[in-house]
């Protein structure tokens, strides 16, 4: 998980829907493209594929790139990503189950005069393969600045298999220049399950829960082999967003409004979900009226360890999210075998940002701030 401090459909919402039987299909449905979208072409290196690999520990790709790299700076909309696995030649479909993720990030240091939150500008999982924001809705970028481009494979299905691969991803993006009508900005944040390692259940960053919160504690969990080490909360105890699922189903619940920090009442308008397989669900829930604000539900092939299918949210009316609210995340893993495996449960959310003023970005670009990757 790459943090930085460590989508008109029909009505609001559009599911989308990648088939149990497609999983090698090129293509997922995504919302329909903005009439001036284009796209860059990114490559991974060659991953050579020896036997299984395990979530989040296989090689992985990291590089710098420029959207339009020979262009003058400009302002520019980023508005959606996409990935096929290919043969090492570049041009052969192979099976998405050597997908693990493919993460878009921003570069180390904001522009002058912007922040953003977290780092991710999106990030495709097997089973969540073509994403599109909803029409009239991008982040803000310059040409100036160089996107990090993460891709990693994965093996969790095919242990004799001896294959070399690459990521194929598409960046999608609008230039301001080309718009007729102003697109409306987005900024990320996250949320997501934690485990607690201090052996037992604790609210994260909370040390004296209210009965509402105390609802919301992350269970005692334990770390997978070859995870990286642990965060800390602010009281300085011990929690991970990736852990061991023990064999059966397990219903996990980290209180999330410190990480979400939601600055002002808006609305979220897209939402990208990370899970690894056997993941049922992942519910995003306000405890402050106790509702349901969004549930992401996923799929795994019913004979293997390969995520079919993770619904996300895209949407033109969005999802109304509150600043003075406390919210909750509800994951549910359903571990079929007699072995452990490993989860995490991430949520990506994409809010209307109300502080957006388009000529500081202007300026950074036209400067051509040149901003370094991490
Ligand atoms: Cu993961």
């Known amino acids: 998980m790459l943090h930085r401090p460590t989508p008109p459909v029909p009505a609001a919402l559009l599911r989308v829907v990648l088939l149990a039987a497609a999983v090698d299909a090129a293509h997922a449905e995504a919302p329909p493209r903005h009439p001036k979208e284009a796209e860059l072409l990114v490559f991974s290196d060659v991953f050579q594929v020896n036997g299984i690999i395990k979530s989040m520990v296989g090689p992985f790709t990291t590089r710098s790139i420029r959207v339009r790299p020979n262009a003058p700076p ?5 508005t959606g990503f996409q990935m096929e696995v290919v043969d090492a030649g570049g041009l052969q479909p192979q099976s998405y189950e050597f997908e693990c993720h493919s993460n878009l990030a921003w570069p180390r240091d904001d522009p002058p005069g912007v922040q953003r939150p977290v780092g991710q500008v999106f990030t495709l999982t097997q089973g969540q393969v073509d994403v599109r924001l909803p029409p009239g809705f991008g982040l803000p970028s310059t040409s100036a600045e160089a996107i990090v481009f993460n891709s990693q494979v994965l093996n969790l299905t095919r ?16 230039r301001d ?8 900005p987005l900024v990320v944040t996250s949320a997501y399950v934690m485990a607690s390692l201090g052996g037992e ?3 994260y960053g909370v040390a004296d829960p209210d009965p509402k919160r105390a609802a919301a504690s992350c269970h005692a969990g334990a770390l997978p082999r070859g995870a990286p080490g642990a965060q800390k909360d602010a009281l300085g105890r011990p929690f991970t967003g990736h852990w061991v699922v023990e064999p059966g189903r397990h219903e996990y619940r980290t209180l999330v409004t410190d990480l979400m920090n939601i600055p002002y009442d808006t609305t979220v308008h897209f939402i990208g979900v990370h899970v690894h397989p056997y993941s049922q669900s992942l519910e995003l829930r306000d ?23 993770i619904d996300y949210y895209s949407g033109v009316e969005g999802l109304p999210i509150h600043a003075g609210h406390d919210y909750e995340l509800v994951s549910v893993y359903d571990n079929p075998t007699s072995d452990a495996t490993d989860a995490m449960a991430t949520m990506f959310l994409y809010y209307l940002d109300q502080k957006f003023d388009k000529t500081v970005l202007a300026a950074a670009g036209a400067n051509g701030a040149d901003t370094a990757a991490p």
Not at 177 to 184: E, R
């Open 74 to 78: 400009e302002l520019l909309w980023l």
């Open 159 to 174: 242990p004799e298999e001896q294959k070399a691969v690459r990521h194929r991803a598409r960046v999608r993006y609008v």
């Open 177 to 184: 220049a080309d718009l007729t009508q102003p697109m409306k």
């Open 201 to 203: 259940a604790m609210v």
């Open 287 to 309: 405890l402050t009226t106790g509702k349901s604000v969004w549930k992401s539900t996923q799929t795994t092939h019913p004979d293997r360890p390969s995520l079919t299918n």
